[in-house]
């Protein structure tokens, strides 16, 4: 997978262009609804790539979310933590879903402060499984209408916040499909340098 590489202070900033299902990395971040139902968007496409079927990773998730939390949703800035399934057998150790803010194209304040925590939760609890790695999808730039930009910067910020607290992580990714995405990306991260 093509890569791009950024030092954040020890930690290093990888940029992938590719498919996040095929990323080796010891967490793999879920953009996740609160219902933990993968029907669509990343969340499908991890799901099936888990358990082979995205409605029974959905189950799993669900079942999950009540024993851990014994509630049907996941709130914002709280990280829902499920097995790899044949996601191991490339390294994954772990799912860890996030939700992000639905935008619906707008931004603001609310949204800034959401989606912060929501990229922050999944590095917090890597490093306190003592991960190595982690890698993001663009948590909320898809179904939930965040504009790419923000995403990318929000991403930034948060690595470049937690950098000097990680003793376990050292290297986090933003994985992207698309090639024009990663060419914004980059301009934005290369402007943060
Ligand atoms: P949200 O509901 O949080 O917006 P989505 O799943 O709709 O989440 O999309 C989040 C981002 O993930 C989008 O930019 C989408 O293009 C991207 N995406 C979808 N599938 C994959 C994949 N297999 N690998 C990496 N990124 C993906």
Not at 7 to 23: A, F, M, Q, S, Y
Not at 50 to 63: D, L, N, P, R, V
Request: aromatic share 6%; glycine share 10%; proline share 5%.
């Amino acid at each position: 997978m093509l890569t791009y590489p950024y030092r954040v202070g020890r930690v290093e900033l990888l940029l992938v262009e590719g498919d996040i299902t095929k990323v080796s990395a010891d967490a793999i971040v879920n953009a996740a609804n609160p219902e933990v139902e993968h029907g669509g968007g990343v969340a499908f496409a991890i799901g099936k790539a888990a358990a082979g079927c995205a409605k029974e990773y959905t189950k799993i998730s669900q079942e999950e979310l009540r024993r851990r939390y014994g509630e049907g949703r996941l709130a914002p800035g709280k990280v829902l933590v499920t097995p790899p399934m044949r996601l191991a057998e490339h390294g994954v150790r772990a799912v860890i879903h996030t939700v992000g803010p639905v935008c619906r194209g707008t931004w603001n304040d609310d949204h800034a402060r959401a989606l912060y925590a929501a990229f922050a939760a999944p590095l917090e609890e890597a490093e306190r499984r003592g991960f190595a790695s982690i890698a993001y999808p663009a948590v909320s730039a898809g179904i939930y209408g965040c504009p790419f930009e923000r995403v990318v910067e929000t991403f930034a910020a948060v690595v470049r916040d937690a950098g000097h607290r990680l003793a376990s992580v050292g290297s986090v990714s933003l994985v992207l499909r698309e090639r024009d995405k990663v060419k914004r990306a980059r301009e934005i991260l290369d402007r943060e340098k």
